[in-house]
Structure formats: structure tokens, C-alpha cells
């Protein structure tokens, strides 16, 4: 196994004690082993440090960098600074990944060279671990437009997708003025220049608990609509109607996350007339949610 497959696998932590074992353990215990595990402790105020510590007497492929409380994406930004591997990934710290991910990822790499990011299905799990009945279906993204539409199966997150590092040295830093949408804003910029193709096969799990970032409506909001107005500045809607059947599928997004997780239903009934004002026959979305 030559050094220019070395993987770069970073893990940014904000008191990530209760699940940065497991999360740790899935990356030291793949099939593939040629990797750097650089994990970024943004600030923790309970024990993350320790067990990073423990760990690293342990394992010689471990760097822990320590800094002042600045976000997840400012994390990633800095742990990417100090990548050697020629692929990087970015693994949340509450996250897991089956065994075989890294061997599964690297072995299409190293077959096609056209290939420049790769990310597979996941399976959610609770916080006790145990996987439910509920999958993030991935299909290969051939361009931005894929990524604008919010098409079913066409959602890339951080934990399932690696790619080479010429990539990020394009694409640049993940926007730290971002949080829950910062995925998808850095996914945008790759789709613009590369396709992300998908592994259909459960190779990551993603966890739900109380803490998922993606519970805060308010800053989902916020975040989701900022980036859409930054693809319109980048004039990254192929046409005016995509653009608006696009805004009006956010819209039906946000009506639903205040309608029922965020238990605002005027702030709901907002975002429903917002859409409708988009994209008229989106109403059709009414009907097929009150037959059901």
C-alpha cells in the first residue's frame, strides 16, 4: 500500500464524550488501514480531552489538536490544515462507520481515476447504538442542479463522503459563518465542479439524539435560506422557474420542520404561502400528504 493513498479522516469535537469512543473505534478498526486520524477538540468543557488522550497512547496514527470554541466548521477547516493524505474525510463525532467504508471508498478510487468524491447510504441509529428503520438513500450527484433540488437520495453529509484531496485544495475552506447548512453549501461548491458518485450500500450511521444540530428551526432557517441566496449570487439556477421550484422546495422544508418539529405552525403557514408564491403547483403537495 503506497503513501499516496493515505487517508486524512477528521474529526471535529465540542463535548463529544458519550459517543467519541464508539465514533473512533469505527475508524481505527477499518479493513483499511492506511490512515491519519486528526481530531479536533473545539474547546470541550467535559472529558472529550482525556479520552482523546487515552486513545492516542495507543494508536501512533492519532493527532489531537486542541483550540478555543469556534464551530464545527471552523474545525474541520483547521484539521483539514494539516492533512497529508491524499483523500480527506470529515467524520462527525457522534457518527460511525461500518468497518469496510475506507476499503469500500478507496478501492473505486484506485480503479478510476475519473473519480474525484464518493459517499454511500447510511442507516440512522439512536443514541444507544441501535441501527432503526430509517436509511439516507445516496445516488450519484452529476452536477449542482442535483444538489439545488433537493432530490430524494441526492443529500451528501460530511460522514459518508471522501474525497481526494486536490478537491478541497479547489473547493476551499467549509464557510464558518454556517452551521446546520453548512453541508450542503459545501457540497454545492463541489457538485459545480465535480460529480459525487454513490456507493449504494449502508457504509455509515448516523445518529439521532437531542443534540443534532439540524433541531435548531431557527438557525436551519436561517443558514438554509442564506445559502440558496448565495447560489443565486453565483448564478447557479440553470433557469428562473428552476430557481423557483427550488426556493419553493426549501420553503415546503422549512413549513414542515416549524409545522411539526419546531411546533410553530403560524411560522409554518409562512413558509407554505412562500412556496405556494414560488411555485403554484406545488399545492399538489397538500394533496398527496392529506391521502396518505
Known amino acids: 500500500m503506497s503513501e499516496k493513498n493515505l487517508v486524512s479522516v477528521i474529526i471535529p469535537a465540542y463535548n463529544a464524550a458519550k459517543y467519541i469512543a464508539e465514533t473512533m473505534n469505527s475508524v481505527l ?14 474547546g470541550s468543557t467535559d472529558n472529550t480531552l482525556q479520552i482523546l488522550e487515552e486513545f492516542k497512547k495507543s494508536n501512533d496514527c492519532i493527532k489531537i489538536i486542541n483550540k478555543s470554541n469556534s464551530g464545527v466548521c471552523d474545525s474541520r477547516n483547521t484539521g483539514a490544515k494539516e492533512a497529508k493524505g491524499n483523500f480527506i474525510t470529515f467524520l462527525d463525532s457522534d457518527d460511525v462507520w461500518d468497518t469496510t467504508f475506507l476499503e469500500n471508498c478507496i478501492s473505486i478510487f484506485e480503479t478510476d481515476k475519473s473519480v474525484h468524491a464518493i459517499y454511500t447510504k447510511g442507516q440512522y ?5 441501535e441501527k432503526l428503520d430509517k436509511f439516507i438513500e445516496a445516488k450519484t450527484i452529476r452536477g449542482v442542479s442535483d ?6 437520495g441526492f443529500v451528501a453529509t460530511p460522514s459518508c463522503t471522501i474525497f481526494r484531496s486536490s478537491v478541497r485544495k479547489d473547493i476551499g475552506d467549509w464557510d464558518a459563518n454556517l452551521t446546520t447548512a453548512a453541508d450542503q453549501d459545501y457540497f454545492m461548491r463541489i457538485a459545480t465542479k465535480y460529480s459525487i458518485t454513490a456507493i449504494d450500500k449502508v457504509l455509515f450511521f448516523y445518529r439521532v439524539h437531542d443534540n443534532n444540530m439540524h433541531q435548531n428551526i431557527a438557525v436551519m ?3 438554509h435560506v442564506l445559502v440558496f441566496k448565495k447560489a443565486v449570487a453565483n448564478k447557479l439556477f440553470k433557469s428562473f422557474w428552476f430557481k423557483q421550484k427550488c ?3 426549501l420553503y415546503w422544508i422549512l413549513a414542515g420542520s416549524w409545522w411539526k418539529d419546531g411546533q410553530n405552525k403560524l411560522r409554518g403557514f409562512h413558509f407554505i404561502v412562500l412556496a405556494l408564491c414560488n411555485n403554484p403547483f406545488s399545492i399538489i403537495r397538500i394533496f398527496k400528504t392529506n391521502s396518505k
Open 125 to 129: 441509529i439512536n443514541e444507544h447504538s
Open 221 to 223: 432557517e436561517k443558514d
Open 29 to 42: 478498526q477499518q479493513t483499511y488501514q492506511q490512515l491519519e486520524l486528526i481530531i479536533v477538540n473545539d
Open 147 to 152: 444538489v439545488l433540488a433537493w432530490k430524494r
Open 247 to 249: 426556493f419553493s422546495n
